[in-house]
């Protein structure tokens, strides 16, 4: 039995990733990086120490690292006991994950869940 959790990448209404669509915008090395980190989230999540996620409020998380000088970062929660959504990706410019990236990830949760409510 495997406690590996599955990735999932939030989706819009209209069929869109913003997750995906921005990691397949940045370089070679950003996305690489950041790939291996969320494996090792759904891998190792409540299993281990992962230094590279911090909480950013409640069930809100950050994907940190740095490369190449720029500060790329993916905000996620878990869903159910199996899953992680990966709801939005960006480059932090400040010390404070910005309130305005914060809003969009949480609008996208929003958005996620409701949907989920509607396949019920």
């Not at 989706?11 to 070679?28: A, I, Q, R, Y």
């Not at 006991?81 to 400040?94: C, E």
């Not at 305005?100 to 929003?110: F, G, P, S, T, W």
Request: overall charge positive; charged content about 30%.
């Amino acid at each position: 039995m495997s406690n590996k959790r599955r990735g999932i990448f939030y989706e819009s209404s209209s069929g869109s990733s913003p997750v995906e669509e921005w990691l397949n915008s940045t370089s070679l090395r950003v996305r690489t990086k950041l790939i291996k980190m969320m494996i090792q989230v759904e891998e190792y999540w409540g299993h281990t120490h992962l230094p590279f996620v911090k909480p950013v409020r409640e069930d809100l998380f950050e994907i940190t690292t740095q490369v190449d000088g720029k500060w790329p970062r993916v905000l996620f929660f878990c869903y159910d006991q199996d899953s992680i959504v990966y709801l939005h990706g960006f480059f932090k410019k400040m010390n404070k994950t910005p309130k305005n990236e914060i809003a969009v990830a949480l609008d996208r949760k929003i958005d996620f869940y409701s949907r989920q409510e509607e396949k019920i």
